[in-house]
């Protein structure tokens, strides 16, 4: 009799688990992935035009995890009675929202493409100022589609795989301003002689 009510107790916990578990605050592994998603969220936007395939992972990553999150803290207020649920653990539930809007405030501020650009701007400028120069297959972390130097000073670097329905670049242009020549291309600025160039499809 003994042994039917330890099982019947043991049925009844393991029933119970996931309920337990969806109100808990986020765990090690939730936090990890919420950080990895976070990193892969800025190495898309270190491109202009997003990297696109890393960002469809990124989003849905996001989406995944917000309503993972979502659905834990509805449980754990419903289950324990309000706000005094998220005390006890209140940076484990802080941390997702907080992480979620400081990479939003830093893809905002341009600052994946601004740091990228660091990495790029000695390769650019080489190229641009050489006329003896091999066109690169890569400059900095970008990788590259075609390059071309400007008439008056400069580069354009077209980058392999930026974009989704436009093809995305960025031109050194320290002597006058980019303009479009007549073509599907048109110019925004990033800072100093640096610009973003948008070739329509």
Do not use: C
């Not at 893809?107 to 120069?133: S, W």
């Not at 479009?180 to 100093?192: D, K, L, Q, V």
């Amino acid at each position: 009799m003994d042994g039917a009510v330890d099982l019947d107790a043991a049925a009844g916990r393991l029933m119970n688990l996931p309920r337990r578990s969806l109100g808990d605050a986020p765990g090690r592994v939730f936090l990890t992935l919420v950080a990895a998603d976070a990193v892969l969220t800025l190495w898309a936007f270190t491109a202009p035009g997003v990297w696109f395939r890393p960002w469809l992972v990124a989003a849905s990553g996001w989406l995944v995890l917000g309503a993972l999150w979502a659905m834990r803290a509805g449980s754990a207020f419903r289950r324990n009675g309000g706000v005094s649920a998220w005390s006890r653990d209140a940076w484990r539930w802080l941390a997702v929202p907080l992480v979620a809007i400081a990479v939003t405030a830093m893809v905002e501020a341009g600052l994946p493409l601004r740091v990228a650009l660091i990495t790029a701007e000695p390769a650019m400028k080489r190229f641009a100022d050489d006329p003896q120069a091999a066109e690169p297959s890569h400059v900095g972390v970008y990788p590259l589609s075609w390059v071309d130097r400007r008439a008056g000073g400069g580069a354009e670097f077209l980058l392999d795989g930026a974009g989704f329905f436009d093809e995305y670049g960025i031109v050194y242009s320290p002597t006058s301003l980019p303009r479009s020549n007549g073509s599907n291309s048109r110019y925004e600025h990033i800072t100093g002689p640096w610009y973003v160039m948008i070739v329509g499809m």
